[in-house]
């Protein structure tokens, strides 16, 4: 059995052995045995984030969880409500075993009094159910939807409610499931800190950025001839990463998904760190690339992604109840042609109305989308002002 630490870190997410307990063993040694101290000093010498969304230090999520005296919850969170995100299904279908590992090294560590791998009761959990097997990890599929994914929305469905935010003022590592303490962790973070406890810090460390460290999953959709999941480094030039995917012509990238921003064509030299993505008030979020060739009306593709939002979010507040519907409606209005100059100033009033004031922060990840479309596609929304459109005159002239 081979322990050895790769010489390489291409594709070692994606590269796993199904449900094959033994085959997975043969390809990365077995599970170390690590106590809370030894965890937590690991994770934070690695500078291991989130990879599901939010971006969190982990080390920061696991202590918070480690310094209460009540035995707590260890939750895996597969649900993956974004529609362009194909990241974590991928994962769990090729490499089943390295989530479950993260997952009993945490429970270990913190002396859970129960782990959870929660997945979206639409898939096929049948190869994953045969993977948790005799690992001490409870399988519960759940319904999915957009918000479902957020961790209070989660622990709620746990609990036996629906898929609704809770209050954002009592954190789940406070009060989760059944009252305790609960981690709710992304799966490819849990993959991540599997590797990252067997390899070392120093490892993890030696891709990446020194602010941004590690590989990240990237799903990449759209104008492409080959979507799909790949794993790239962490500061990795936009360009490159979707270069295997061989896009069409770029008229724009959607970076971070429905609740992510644009980055024109003009930009992809950036690389996807947090801190130069900051420049389009986007980030790496969890990992969604959604290219848009530059014959397809970015206000149409806008608008069909807003009322999308505008229709899953938990209905509970203002701000989604009437913003995000008005919003929706607005900038459909745009798209359509409507010779309205007051338009765009009114979806940008709305999506400043709307920012801060919900329960959750789903308007607000809307609003960021909204104000992406109107910055990057200025040129569009002058010329749906006049009557025309950029992406038809392109059509037409193809």
Not at 63 to 87: C, D, F, H, I, Y
Not at 298 to 318: K, N, R
Not at 368 to 387: I, M, P, Y
Request: some cysteine.
């Amino acid at each position: 059995m081979s322990t050895a630490t790769p010489t390489t870190r291409t594709r070692l997410l994606l590269d796993g052995t199904g449900p094959d307990r033994e085959a997975h063993l043969a390809r990365y040694g077995p599970l170390p045995r690590s106590g809370c101290v030894d965890l937590l000093t690991t994770v934070q010498d690695s500078g291991l984030t989130g990879r599901g969304g939010g971006g969190f230090s982990t080390a920061t999520k696991i202590r918070a969880v480690a310094a209460s005296p009540r035995r707590p919850v260890v939750v895996g969170n597969g649900l993956e409500g974004e529609p362009l995100s194909a990241k974590d299904a991928v994962l769990l279908a090729r490499n089943p075993h390295l989530v479950l590992d993260g997952l009993e090294l945490l429970a270990r560590a913190l002396r859970a009094r129960s782990a959870i791998l929660a997945l979206p009761e639409a898939a096929d959990t049948t190869a994953i159910g045969v993977a948790a097997g005799d690992r001490g990890v409870e399988v519960v599929p759940l319904p999915g939807g957009f918000v479902a994914g957020q961790e209070t929305a989660l622990v709620n469905q746990l609990d036996g409610g629906p898929a609704m935010p809770r209050d954002p003022f009592t954190r789940v590592t406070d009060a989760g499931v059944g009252g305790r303490p609960t981690l709710v962790l992304n799966v490819e973070t849990l993959a991540q800190l599997a590797l990252v406890v067997r390899y070392g810090a120093s490892w993890f460390t030696s891709i990446g950025v020194d602010d941004d460290p590690g590989s990240s999953l990237f799903t990449i959709s759209g104008s492409v001839r080959h979507p799909g999941v790949v794993e790239a480094e962490r500061g990795s030039v936009l360009r490159a990463v979707l270069a295997a995917a061989e896009p069409r012509k770029i008229g724009a990238v959607l970076v971070g998904g429905y609740h992510g921003a644009w980055v024109p064509a003009s930009g992809l030299g950036v690389r996807l760190t947090d801190r130069e993505l900051a420049t389009y008030d986007a980030s790496v979020g969890a990992g969604v690339l959604h290219v848009l060739d530059d014959s397809a009306c970015p206000l149409a593709h806008a608008a069909e992604i807003v009322d999308y939002l505008a229709s899953e979010s938990a209905g509970q507040c203002g701000p989604c109840l009437n913003g995000l519907p008005r919003m929706a409606d607005d900038l459909r209005r745009l798209a359509a042609g409507a010779r309205d100059p007051a338009l765009p100033g009114a979806i940008r009033r709305l999506s400043r109305l709307v920012t801060g004031r919900g329960a959750c922060a789903h308007p607000d990840g809307s609003a960021r989308f909204v104000a992406s479309t109107l910055d990057v596609f200025r040129g569009h929304v002058a010329a749906h002002l006049e009557g025309w459109c950029p992406s038809a005159q392109r059509r037409a002239a193809s």
